[in-house]
C-alpha cells in the first residue's frame, strides 16, 4: 500500500513542525494532500468513530484552504504579471496571505487539532485497520471508476464550473483508490497516470477559479478601487486568469474525447 496509514501521523506532525518553523507553500500543500489521503483511507470503513473522524479531518483540511488559495494567488500574480505590475499589488496580496497563514498557525495549536490527530492515532492502532481500508478503498475502484465517468459525462454535456469542480474532486478520490490498489494490481498503472494528468489540469483550471474569485473579493470590500494603479493591474490579472482557465479547460476536454478515463476498470 502507498499510503501507509500508520506512518500517516508522524508525517503529518512532521509537516506542521516544519510550517511553524519556518511556513513554506509546498509543506502546506503537502500537509493538506497527507489529510485527503487520511479521509480517503476512512471512506466506507463501517464504524462509527471513522466516519466521525473523517468529518474532523475534513473540518480541519478546510481551515487551511484560504492559506492554500492566498499562496497559489500571490505565487501566480508574480509569475503571470510585469515586475512594476506585481509590485504595485504585492502589499495588498501579502497582508491578505499574512492573515491566511495566522489561521493555520491557530488551528495548529487549537483543541480540534489535538483531539482529531489523537483519534487517528486511537484508531490506526487497531491491528487489523491497514488491511481493512486496503480493502474497502480497493473494493470501492470500480464505483469510483464510475462515478468519475459519470462526472466527466456531466461536466462536457453541462461545461459549468460546478460539473467540472465536481469532476476535479472524483478523480482526486479515484486517483486515491488506485494508489492503494496499484501494488497488486499493476494493469492499473496507465489508469493512474490518465488520473495523474488530469487532477493537474482540472488543478490548474479550478486555481483560476479560486484566484479569479478572491480579486473579486477584493474588490467588492473595497480593497481595490479600479481606478487607482493597484485595481488596473488586478482588472489585467483576471484577464490572464480567464484565458488561462479556458485553455485547462480545453486540454480536460480535449482529453476527455480521446477517452482519458478509460471507462471501464482494468481487469
Not at 107 to 117: D, E
Request: aromatic share 4%; with cysteine.
Amino acid at each position: 500500500m502507498n499510503f501507509d496509514l500508520q506512518q500517516a501521523t508522524a508525517h503529518l506532525r512532521t509537516l506542521r513542525g516544519s510550517l511553524l518553523a519556518n511556513y513554506n507553500d509546498e509543506d502546506l500543500h503537502q500537509l493538506r494532500v497527507a489529510l485527503r489521503r487520511m479521509r480517503s483511507a476512512l471512506r466506507g470503513v463501517p464504524r462509527g468513530k471513522a466516519r466521525k473522524l473523517r468529518r474532523r479531518l475534513g473540518a480541519l483540511a478546510r481551515t487551511t484552504n484560504d492559506a492554500r488559495d492566498w499562496d497559489t494567488l500571490y505565487t501566480g500574480a508574480m509569475e503571470q504579471l510585469r515586475t512594476e505590475q506585481f509590485n504595485t499589488l504585492e502589499p495588498l496580496l501579502h497582508a491578505r496571505r499574512e492573515n491566511a497563514r495566522a489561521q493555520v498557525y491557530r488551528v495548529f495549536h487549537s483543541k480540534q487539532w489535538l483531539i482529531a490527530l489523537s483519534r487517528w492515532d486511537a484508531l490506526v492502532g487497531k491491528a487489523d485497520l491497514d488491511a481493512q481500508s486496503l480493502s474497502m478503498v480497493s473494493g470501492k475502484l470500480g464505483t469510483r471508476l464510475r462515478r468519475a465517468t459519470k462526472a466527466a459525462d456531466k461536466a462536457m454535456a453541462k461545461d459549468d464550473d460546478r460539473c467540472w469542480h465536481r469532476l476535479r474532486i472524483a478523480i482526486k478520490e479515484l486517483r486515491y483508490a488506485l494508489d492503494s490498489a496499484l501494488e497488486e494490481v499493476p494493469a492499473r498503472a496507465e489508469l493512474l497516470r490518465q488520473c495523474k494528468t488530469l487532477q493537474a489540469l482540472l488543478g490548474n483550471w479550478h486555481d483560476t477559479v479560486v484566484h479569479r474569485h478572491l480579486l473579486d473579493t477584493l474588490a467588492r470590500d473595497g480593497s481595490l478601487d479600479p481606478t487607482t494603479p493597484a485595481g488596473k493591474v488586478a482588472s489585467d490579472l483576471q484577464q490572464v486568469l480567464v484565458q488561462k482557465g479556458q485553455e485547462s479547460l480545453e486540454q480536460i476536454k480535449h482529453r476527455l474525447h480521446r477517452g482519458g478515463l478509460g471507462l471501464k476498470e482494468p481487469a
